[in-house]
């Protein structure tokens, strides 16, 4: 997969983009479950087939979503014809990051989904189906962050999120539809 290479935070992470029906066979979400007791400490939530059903119609009604899908790649313990490899494209000189080509084993639950499960098995319904191998989504992906900083990672972006309020929900809505040709949207 083309992608770009980088450092933030003292690891090393790769941002592309990936075919959803990719993302569902590699991925895996390490719910908070006693099934994965052995992986402690885990972090996810259950997914919601409720929410997941919404983010699969709001799809197949063309919405997409502009924000990263965020993974930790856990090749910890594969053989080294299982762990990702970088193809360096050359880097300018005036750039911390790389660009190349990241190659991804297919290997099952390779790819722990930190941060965006319910967009990605929003793709996994019947209905839309055709464009989980036709769309892509864009990713920001780790390697072999250890289940802390996953842990960790999760909170700092679930806790520092802010719902924007009802009423400038509504105001926004105006500014949207305000020059709509449809007269029930004005």
């Known amino acids: 997969i083309p992608a770009i290479k980088g450092s933030m935070g003292g690891n090393t992470y790769y941002m592309f983009s990936i075919e959803p029906e990719t993302l569902l066979r590699i991925g895996f979400v390490l719910h ?3 099934a994965n007791a052995e992986d402690f400490p885990t972090y996810q939530r259950l997914l919601k087939t409720k929410r997941i059903k919404s983010l699969s119609e709001f799809i197949n009604g063309g919405g997409y979503f502009p924000n990263s899908v965020i993974l930790n790649f856990d090749t910890k313990g594969l053989k080294n014809s299982r762990k990702l490899e970088w193809e360096d494209a050359g880097q300018r000189d005036d750039s911390l990051s790389d660009h190349g080509i990241l190659k991804i084993p297919n290997s099952f639950a390779i790819a722990y989904i930190i941060d965006g499960q319910h967009r990605v098995y929003g793709y996994s319904y019947a209905d839309n189906s055709e464009l989980k191998f036709k769309q892509t989504i864009p990713v920001v992906a780790f390697e072999n962050l250890s289940n802390e900083r996953q842990l960790e990672m ?7 999120q802010t719902a924007i309020s009802r009423n ?6 105006e500014d949207i539809y305000w020059m709509s040709p449809k007269p029930n949207l004005r």
């Open 154 to 160: 999760f909170m700092e972006i679930n806790e520092n």
């Open 168 to 173: 400038l929900k509504e105001t926004l809505k």
């Open 32 to 34: 908070r479950v006693k």
